[in-house]
């Protein structure tokens, strides 16, 4: 079968929070729904820091570790703590969405640009036995915080 004739089954939260989803999904619709399940990710801030769940590894992957720590005390012209930033969105993404593989953030500079940060994530569908890759452009607002998918 080619990728492009790939059906999926939506995502659990899909099939019951939108009652009109149909039971296949194209290849498109597929991606389009972890764009917005990645986008939620990202905006949802988690309070217990990682060191707190050392020993629970279970805990790390629950529902209860679901987002990013808060980084508002980072200082995002620093590249120490701007490569903080994509070690934690690497990390709560291979953590939290199962249907990438291979999570890879990198942060993109744009010269001349002021009050946003821009990061590729690229990886690769588990879904598909080719294993088709995607790209997400990303884009974090500092003096929110709010981080969307373009």
């Given at each position: 079968m080619r990728q492009a004739d790939a059906t999926f089954i939506p995502s659990v939260w899909e099939r019951l929070t939108v009652p009109s989803t149909p039971s296949l999904l194209t290849l498109e619709q597929h991606k389009r729904g972890i764009t917005r399940d990645l986008e939620s990710l990202l905006n949802t801030r988690n309070a217990i820091a990682?060191?707190?769940?050392?020993?629970?590894?279970?805990?790390?992957?629950?529902?209860?570790?679901?987002?990013?720590?808060?980084?508002?005390?980072?200082?995002?012209?620093?590249?120490?703590?701007?490569?903080?930033?994509?070690?934690?969105?690497?990390?709560?993404?291979?953590?939290?969405?199962?249907?990438?593989?291979?999570?890879?953030?990198?942060?993109?500079?744009?010269?001349?640009?002021?009050?946003?940060?821009?990061?590729?994530?690229?990886?690769?569908?588990?879904?598909?036995?080719?294993?088709?890759?995607?790209r997400f452009d990303v884009m974090l607002e500092p003096s929110s915080l709010h981080y969307s998918i373009r």
């Open positions: 990682d060191g707190d769940l050392a020993g629970l590894p279970l805990c790390r992957r629950s529902v209860g570790h679901f987002g990013l720590a808060d980084f508002a005390q980072l200082c995002l012209s620093s590249s120490a703590d701007r490569k903080d930033i994509c070690d934690q969105l690497e990390t709560a993404i291979a953590l939290h969405e199962p249907r990438l593989a291979g999570v890879r953030v990198q942060l993109i500079h744009e010269p001349g640009v002021v009050n946003r940060l821009s990061f590729i994530i690229t990886a690769q569908l588990r879904t598909v036995s080719a294993g088709e890759r995607v």
